[in-house]
T-cell receptor, first 109, second 114 residues
Framework: EDQVTQSPEALRLQEGESSSLNCSYT??????LFWYRQDPGKGPEFLFT???AGEEKEKERLKATLTKKESFLHITAPKPEDSATYLC??????????FGSGTKLNVKP | DAGITQSPRHKVTETGTPVTLRCHQT?????MYWYRQDPGHGLRLIHY???????DKGEVSDGYSVSRSKTEDFLLTLESATSSQTSVYFC?????????????FGEGSWLTVV
């Protein structure tokens, strides 16, 4: 069964304290893995797409990596404005997307 | 911004009444989607469209219907709203068919069925 699991469900960090969010997946035929950021009361905002194991993408303090079974979203020296829920999704076949439940990140000053 | 407008943004309705949510895009993307987001379930696909008048069911389509008469508009209808359909509804679009096409989301429509 195709599924996506994110961990932890919630993460509290001090400003400047680096950490990683995990997205593990079980799908047949990965076509793409996506990371989104979602602020309260807003729609998910696209961050990255990863296509194959070994690929990495960076944007400001965020870096996403991909292996054959999981993806990590590394947050380096986070700031309070990085607080949000981070969603992971995989595309397993044409137009079939599976979303994880998200990791709620809270960065305290 | 992905050029997606959802309306209404907030609605309270009574059980048994019909409700229609509208999604309008300015990107001329072929694919449009309706998702619902609930605590503990993440985003779940209700219906999607791959062209004008071409639609298909997602994983939670019972109680919902959709229509797409123009490329830019995708309507989601709850024929007879139930309390279990209280949720946040997101419209999304993607530009291409095939592997790794990114989905972009609208701002959401908050629906409460009382």
């Amino acid at each position: 069964e195709d599924q996506v699991t994110q961990s932890p469900e919630a993460l509290r960090l001090q400003e400047g304290e680096s950490s990683s969010l995990n997205c593990s997946y079980t799908v047949s035929g990965l076509r793409g893995l996506f990371w989104y950021r979602q602020d309260p009361g807003k729609g998910p905002e696209f961050l990255f797409t990863l296509y194959s194991a070994g690929e990495e993408k960076e944007k400001e303090r965020l870096k996403a990596t991909l292996t054959k079974k999981e993806s990590f979203l590394h947050i380096t020296a986070p700031k309070p404005e990085d607080s949000a829920t981070y969603l992971c999704a995989v595309q397993a076949n044409f137009n079939k997307f599976y979303f994880g439940s998200g990791t709620k990140l809270n960065v305290k000053p | 911004d992905a050029g997606i407008t959802q309306s209404p943004r907030h609605k309270v309705t009574e059980t048994g009444t019909p409700v229609t949510l509208r999604c309008h895009q300015t990107e001329n993307h072929r694919y449009m989607y309706w998702y619902r987001q609930d605590p503990g379930h993440g985003l779940r696909l209700i219906h999607y469209s791959y062209g004008v008048k071409d639609t298909d069911k997602g994983e939670v389509s019972d109680g919902y219907s959709v229509s797409r008469s123009k490329t830019e508009d995708f309507l989601l209808t709850l024929e007879s709203a139930t309390s279990s359909q209280t949720s946040v509804y997101f419209c999304a679009i993607s530009e291409s068919y095939g592997g790794g096409n990114t989905i972009y989301f609208g701002e959401g429509s908050w629906l409460t069925v009382v």
